[in-house]
């Protein structure tokens, strides 16, 4: 059984939004920071975004800062990636995780959600 579910990817042109939304198990949601990372065709997988367990801290890439938000809904087990005024490099496959504090990719990962931006 997938620990982390994955879905909102799609096809959007750029400037539009999308949402992302990966729901956890209730153990693991509760005990772990989670993110959200990506990888684009051709290109290494790269950090996106982080939300501390607690929700009160937040930490972003510098390519999607100001751009980008990640929210965690405790209650659903649930954590988001607003995306706005998206670009063509924002293309690639988003992976949730879900991770301790020092070490977050070394965590759970979900499936993969594609999110293509057209030009």
């Known amino acids: 059984q997938a620990q982390l579910v994955e879905s909102g990817g799609g096809l959007v042109q750029a400037g539009g939004s999308l949402r992302l939304s990966c729901t956890a198990s209730?153990?693991?949601?509760?005990?772990?920071?989670m993110g959200w990372f990506r990888q684009a065709p051709g290109k290494e997988r790269e950090f996106v975004a982080r939300?501390?367990?607690?929700?009160?801290?937040?930490y972003y890439a510098d390519s999607v800062a100001g751009r980008f938000t990640i929210s965690r809904d405790n209650e659903k087990n649930t954590v988001y990636l607003q995306m706005n005024s998206l670009k063509p490099e924002d293309t690639a496959v988003y992976y949730c995780?879900?991770?301790?504090?020092?070490?977050?990719?070394?965590?759970?990962w979900g499936q993969g959600t594609q999110v293509t931006v057209s030009s």
């Open positions: 995780v879900a991770g301790p504090e020092d070490r977050l990719a070394g965590g759970y």
């Open positions: 209730g153990r693991i949601f509760s005990s772990y920071d």
């Open positions: 939300i501390r367990r607690s929700g009160t801290r937040t």
